[in-house]
């Protein structure tokens, strides 16, 4: 951190890198001004509307069991989301012990798009559940499915070694 002098003998700390450059963007303090003919262009990003009804991202977090959406501004094409964890967990039903898995989900959105905290914390509210690797797969395939009505969706769940057997379960929809 480099201390850079402000009026009345303050200081503002920088991060600097090991270079002694500083690490934020040139732009970082200043307001970003596009030109007009830009606007069209912009009319596709995020805007307040979209978040309505968002009520998890930038609030509690503790796990969840509901799955959050956004509109897709691109219905009109085709295009694929791929959300990827190695954090999954859940428990076996018969003996508690805890399976761990590496969780890729992917899609192609018709007219909704999965919020990823509310995502997040709905994986996370499995941690405490007694279920068999195929069953869990499954459900969060048919939850993604009920909250997004996507174009396909597949659920690729990859358990760790558990009793000297890996375990994959692939489980896929398509409208």
Not at 108 to 119: A, G, Y
Request: one cysteine or more; hydrophobic letters at 30%; a positive charge.
């Amino acid at each position: 951190m480099r201390g850079l002098p402000l009026t009345g003998g303050l200081t503002r700390q920088i991060p600097i890198d090991i270079k002694g450059r500083s690490s934020y963007p040139p732009c970082h303090d200043k307001q970003v001004s596009r030109p007009a003919k830009e606007a069209s262009a912009l009319e596709n990003f995020t805007g307040k509307t979209d978040l309505d009804g968002l009520t998890l991202l930038g609030g509690e977090t503790k796990p969840l069991r509901k799955l959050e959406t956004f509109p897709n501004h691109h219905p009109d094409r085709d295009y694929r989301v791929t959300l990827t964890t190695d954090e999954f967990t859940c428990l076996c039903p018969k003996t508690g012990q805890p399976d761990f898995a590496k969780l890729k989900i992917e899609y192609v959105p018709d007219r909704k798009i999965v919020e990823s905290k509310s995502l997040k914390l709905y994986l996370w509210s499995y941690r405490q559940e007694g279920t068999f690797h195929e069953h869990v797969a499954n459900a969060i395939l048919d939850d993604l499915v009920k909250a997004l009505s996507p174009r396909l969706c597949k659920v690729t769940a990859e358990f760790a070694v558990r009793g000297g057997i890996a375990i994959t379960v692939e489980a896929e929809y398509r409208k």
